[in-house]
């Protein structure tokens, strides 16, 4: 029952989520008067803050509070953002005036309700999906493996609803209706969540984890020139009783428990932690490039033919091909366990490895961006003889991103939480989202930078007023290059692992 509560209010989450991410860039353009690189930059920084705090509010989770305080505290702090930014939408003195950027009240009020609803993102990202996980019986990590898939699911689920049901409400009432109806699920996802609370299953903070890693890098680098075939005067049965995973790697750890103070237990964790930091920085080049959906394939769309008859299809719906197929890869890759399961054939293939599923997420990363950078090409070629390609050719870039993301992010979900000490379960999951956070602030400067370079050369490739003064081909390039050598990286440090 508390897994289905959990799978309910990522929904409502992802919904939010979703909702925000497609409709802001437009309200920014269009009703706050940003430009469009603002606008585009506006959005990845208030996302990558959300998903950038997460790695502390996991922190706050595994030392001092439990994961279900976190996470009713982030959703009220939520609920309060929408409600701040929907006020501001239906009231005529917090908007500017026509063809005017926001006044310094109007601007201060707006990225006070912004970033509270970052503020609140990050903290529900960081232990919804493990407070659901800690329900589980944690011996059984096939069942673990299915839950992380059937988390994704539901992330999905949400990103459908927001990407039809929510860019169809808004283009039809405006913003002022999106709004509301983020703030009536905001408050359903917290009454279902607190309806749980007498039965959910609590695991109490351990203590301040980073305080133990940080004391064993302090005791190692102390120790530096001490031999360590000195005798350690720890009981051999600790190391037999510890149940954190060890490593052959980072051996100069080792040299940490010399001091009297450090356990064997704690080196340990402190060497787990520490190899999850590889796979986690080359997972920021597959949330920069992901980044590009919600930022600039909107803008590219809406300067594209969007009709089919009479009808005018909103570029945001073109988000629900890759949220399909991935709905279906996951049915069909825990159908594919269910299977094995029931023939007595074991589940070691490498298609339901975190780690592989990563690497073909990357790998469809350097694809997408080669691709993206085709199409817009094409796309700036019929706009100079006055045509305009059909919207229809970004679903390549919109579906090769789309299973990048889901083979990575699910993946890192299920690495972190499995391969992290359980004393540091809500931080080592957080990196899953620190990196999308990662993400969307490289995404940011990789357009500030590309822009200054530009400019020094000639002309800025986003230095116009809309995509058609700009050159997107060229930056969607010089992302495809930046994740091809990522994925190069990755594939080292994982066979490392």
């Not at 606008?39 to 705090?53: I, K, R």
């Not at 394939?297 to 719906?317: A, E, H």
Request: hydrophobic letters at 45%; aromatic letters at 12%.
């Amino acid at each position: 029952m508390s897994i289905f509560m959990s799978a309910v209010v990522e929904i409502m989450q992802s919904l939010i989520i979703n909702g925000n991410a497609q409709t802001l860039v437009d309200y920014f353009f269009k009703s706050m008067h940003y430009s469009a690189a603002d606008s585009s930059n506006m959005v990845t920084n208030c996302m990558g803050t959300a998903f950038g705090l997460s790695i502390i509010w996991g922190f706050i989770s595994d030392s001092y509070l439990t994961r279900f305080t976190i996470c009713v505290f982030s959703c009220g702090l939520q609920l309060m953002g929408l409600l701040m930014l929907t006020y501001q939408t239906q009231n005529p003195n917090l908007q500017p005036l026509e063809n005017k950027t926001p006044s310094y009240i109007q601007a201060l009020y707006l990225y006070t309700g912004l970033y509270s609803v970052a503020i609140g993102i990050g903290g529900i990202r960081s232990t919804l999906a493990v407070h659901g996980a800690d329900q589980l019986d944690q011996t059984n990590k096939s069942l673990i493996s299915s839950y992380f898939s059937w988390y994704f699911f539901s992330i999905c689920i949400g990103g459908i609803f927001a990407t039809s049901v929510m860019v169809s409400l808004e283009q039809k009432y405006g913003w002022s209706t999106s709004f509301i109806i983020m703030i009536f699920l905001s408050t359903l996802a917290l009454c279902v969540l607190l309806s749980g609370f007498s039965f959910y299953r609590y695991r109490r903070p351990a203590g301040s984890p980073m305080t133990r890693v940080v004391q064993v890098l302090v005791a190692s680098m102390k120790n530096t020139k001490v031999s360590t075939t000195e005798n350690l005067n720890h009981d051999i049965t600790e190391q037999l009783l510890t149940k954190e995973q060890s490593h052959d790697k980072f051996k100069f750890l080792n040299k940490a428990l010399m001091d009297q103070n450090i356990s064997v237990a704690q080196v340990k964790e402190t060497k787990t932690f520490i190899g999850l930091l590889p796979i986690f920085l080359t997972a920021i080049m597959m949330n920069c490039c992901v980044a590009q959906l919600l930022t600039f394939s909107i803008q590219q769309g809406n300067l594209m033919n969007r009709k089919i008859l009479d009808v005018i299809i909103p570029t945001q719906c073109l988000a629900l091909a890759p949220l399909i197929i991935s709905l279906t890869f996951i049915i069909l890759l825990e159908q594919s366990k269910r299977m094995n399961k029931n023939n007595g054939t074991t589940t070691n293939n490498k298609i339901y490895q975190p780690l592989f599923r990563m690497r073909m997420g990357l790998a469809l990363v350097s694809i997408s961006m080669f691709v993206s950078s085709i199409i817009e090409y094409k796309r700036l070629e019929a706009f100079k003889k006055g045509n305009a390609l059909s919207v229809f050719w970004l679903l390549f870039q919109y579906i090769l991103l789309g299973l990048a993301d889901t083979f990575t992010v699910g993946g890192m979900l299920e690495f972190f939480y499995l391969e992290a000490p359980e004393s540091m379960r809500s931080i080592s999951t957080s990196l899953s989202w620190c990196s999308n956070s990662m993400g969307m602030f490289v995404s940011s400067l990789l357009v500030t930078t590309c822009n200054s370079v530009s400019g020094r050369f000639g002309r800025k490739w986003f230095g116009g007023k809309d995509l058609n003064d700009s050159r997107l081909d060229l930056f969607y390039a010089l992302c495809c290059v930046i994740s091809s050598f990522n994925f190069f990286l990755y594939l080292y440090f994982s066979m490392r692992y």
